[in-house]
């Protein structure tokens, strides 16, 4: 798991990816610690497509909550002027994402039959710290709705096909309470800081169980202090059956007033 940040794509906010060095190592490190696979699935959040706070629909034309980028779709958008940054569902992300400071292609292009719109700011960092990492494997990004409730593991495409007998490595983009502090994206909600505890102690722990009943507490749902979890809690219904054998939490902080956490879990024989 990596924050969703825009900042942790290289030539974006250099200055205030600067100030948190040991955020970006242990993303560093994360990314270094996904085994060899037959396939990646990137799992990130995405925004309301339209004006009325709903889901504008998905690409594969069943459950509203999610869109798939099918194999061998590329998809291209533009971060800043003149930077371009993309995925591709089928092929080796390495040689097909194209990162900040590459030149020479438009930006804003998205090439894919199902007419989706642009990928969202988490496909777009996952992408960038895949192919930082030299991750090249096929790789399939799947958004779940950053608000409201999370879908969960039955709910994947089956096109998906989680269940194969493929390796598959999982990177989840997703970021906790966006409420910590008068400086925060969001209002002040000191109910932030148990929020983001319940998520540091799941991930640290390797309890999937633990990780669904912070990311769907009722008492205090995502949605109240603005994190993007959801990614989260598909996490751990793919896992509750088979929960890991290592578990680490390389980060936990809030440097910003969102809280952003880098962990890793590992499988014997991963």
Excluded: K
Aim: with cysteine; aromatic share 4%.
């Amino acid at each position: 798991m990596c924050p969703g940040a825009p900042f942790l794509v290289q030539g974006i906010a250099t200055a205030v990816a600067r100030a948190v060095p040991d955020l970006l190592a242990a993303c560093g490190e994360a990314l270094d610690r996904l085994p060899p696979a037959d396939r990646t699935l990137l799992i990130g959040s995405r925004r309301a497509a339209r004006d009325d706070g709903s889901d504008a629909g998905s690409a594969t034309g069943a459950d509203p909550t999610w869109r798939a980028f099918p194999p061998g779709t590329v998809v291209r958008t533009s971060l800043t002027r003149g930077d371009v940054a993309g995925v591709r569902g089928g092929g080796a992300v390495g040689s097909a994402a194209r990162l900040p400071g590459d030149a020479g292609r438009d930006s804003a292009a998205v090439d894919d039959p199902s007419g989706a719109s642009e990928p969202s700011v988490a496909t777009l960092v996952g992408a960038h710290l895949l192919c930082a990492a030299r991750h090249a494997t096929p790789t399939t990004a799947l958004e779940v709705s950053a608000r409201g409730s999370a879908p969960g593991s039955a709910d994947i495409p089956p096109g998906l096909n989680t269940d194969g007998s493929d390796r598959v490595t999982v990177l989840v983009i997703a970021d906790g309470a966006a409420c910590h502090g008068d400086s925060a994206p969001g209002r002040r909600d000191d109910r932030s800081h148990a929020f983001d505890a319940a998520l540091a102690r799941a991930l640290a722990s390797g309890d999937p169980a633990a990780l669904g009943a912070a990311c769907r507490n009722p008492d205090l749902p995502a949605d109240a202090v603005m994190s993007s979890v959801n990614p989260l809690a598909v996490l751990a219904d793919l896992t509750r059956s088979a929960p890991p054998d290592a578990a680490d939490l390389l980060y936990s902080g809030a440097p910003f007033g969102v809280g952003y956490f880098v962990a890793s879990w590992g499988w014997n024989g991963a």
